[in-house]
Nanobody
Framework: VQLQASGGGLVQAGGFLRLSCAPS????????AGWFRQAPGKERELVAA????????YYTDSVKGRFTISRENARNTVRLQMNSLKPEDAAVYFC????????????????WGQGTLVTVSS
């Protein structure tokens, strides 16, 4: 199973983007999901995570109030709505999925997407 991430692009500071992630092949039922990002010269960080039910979510402090993670299990899709983007949000964003929400929170995942580039101009 591969995860396909899309929706990245170039946006001005203050703008918005919506990232989407869906598995190719079989659906990943019962899996938690997360969005990670990695900027040049920096370590990969977990941006947001969501449980299979959607009832539990997590955001890193720097995106709270600006980003929203959601999922539509009927369409096997996980999204990341990113509003009020800042230049420091620029990075390659990766979606990931795992049977364990705790593993996602710890930065590990069984399945990863290929990454989508987000560029924010000041």
């Amino acid at each position: 199973v591969q995860l396909q991430a899309s929706g990245g692009g170039l946006v001005q500071a203050g703008g918005f983007l919506r990232l989407s992630c869906a598995p190719s092949g079989r659906p990943l039922r019962g899996h938690a999901a997360g969005w990670f990002r990695q900027a040049p010269g920096k370590e990969r960080e977990l941006v947001a995570a969501i449980s299979w039910s959607g009832g539990t979510s997590y955001y890193t402090d720097s995106v709270k109030g600006r980003f929203t993670i959601s999922r539509e299990n009927a369409r096997n899709t996980v999204r990341l709505q990113m509003n009020s983007l800042k230049p420091e949000d620029a990075a390659v964003y990766f979606c990931a999925a795992d049977g364990s929400y705790i593993r996602i929170r710890s930065g590990h995942a069984a399945y990863w997407g290929q990454g989508t580039l987000v560029t924010v101009s000041s």
